[in-house]
């Protein structure tokens, strides 16, 4: 074998061993963008900001009550019982189950003013719809009814992202403990919901 053809064979041999040439920092960039743009769009996004409805007392809040709520036992004809129909009510609209939500109004749903298919439709535009109950005011009583009054704040996120926040109250009705009324007359039901934009 011939030096020349040796010489030869072990420049190859060295070539081949030696590990590639950096790519210059414009290719190495460019390469990084490319990676960068082929993320998901979901890692690219900002975050929503959290939803924070004003504080009681606050303007668009529940009253500043600070009177303690009784947690012991109460009956479903007292006032904190027709607060509790107005918590199972919003609970209701917070799970999208409008059918169920509208027959907490009085006259099977009636007073709502709305059909079913309208009364769900009510709801289209909101994301997220969330609300707080405030304490009960004193049952009142007119023509063989009874009435309470239940402060509300309602507040979530319209379906652009948009935060939204209303206060204002709801007033619930029974009919009295009177000789033909029937259970379903005797038990709370919305009469009407009344709240602001904040």
């Known amino acids: 074998m011939s030096p020349r053809f040796c010489l030869a064979s072990l420049l190859l041999l060295a070539s081949c061993s030696r590990e590639p040439a950096q790519a210059p920092a414009a290719a190495q960039n460019e390469a990084r963008q490319n990676v960068a743009l082929e993320q998901p769009p979901e890692a690219n996004q900002v975050a929503e900001a959290l939803l924070d409805p004003p504080a009681p007392g606050e303007p668009g809040g529940l009253p500043d009550d600070r009177t303690p709520v009784d947690e012991g036992p109460f009956a479903e004809t007292s006032a904190q019982g027709a607060a509790n129909v107005l918590q199972s009510y919003f609970a209701l609209i917070?799970?999208?189950?409008?059918?169920?939500?509208?027959?907490?109004?009085?006259?099977?749903?009636?007073?709502?003013?709305?059909?079913?298919?309208?009364?769900?439709?009510?709801?289209?535009?909101?994301?997220?719809?969330?609300?707080?109950?405030?304490?009960?005011?004193?049952?009142?009583?007119?023509?063989?009814?009874?009435?309470?009054?239940?402060?509300?704040?309602?507040?979530?996120?319209?379906?652009?992202g948009a935060p939204f926040n209303a206060s204002g109250t709801a007033m619930l009705r029974r009919v009295n403990d009177v000789p033909g009324s029937t259970a379903e007359q005797r038990r709370w039901h919305i009469s009407q919901i009344s709240v602001e934009p904040r």
């Open 94 to 160: 917070e799970q999208r189950r409008y059918g169920e939500a509208r027959r907490l109004w009085s006259d099977d749903g009636r007073a709502s003013g709305k059909s079913e298919t309208d009364f769900a439709s009510g709801f289209e535009r909101y994301r997220e719809y969330h609300a707080n109950i405030g304490g009960p005011g004193e049952i009142e009583g007119a023509a063989g009814s009874l009435y309470v009054e239940v402060p509300v704040q309602v507040y979530g996120r319209l379906r652009d």
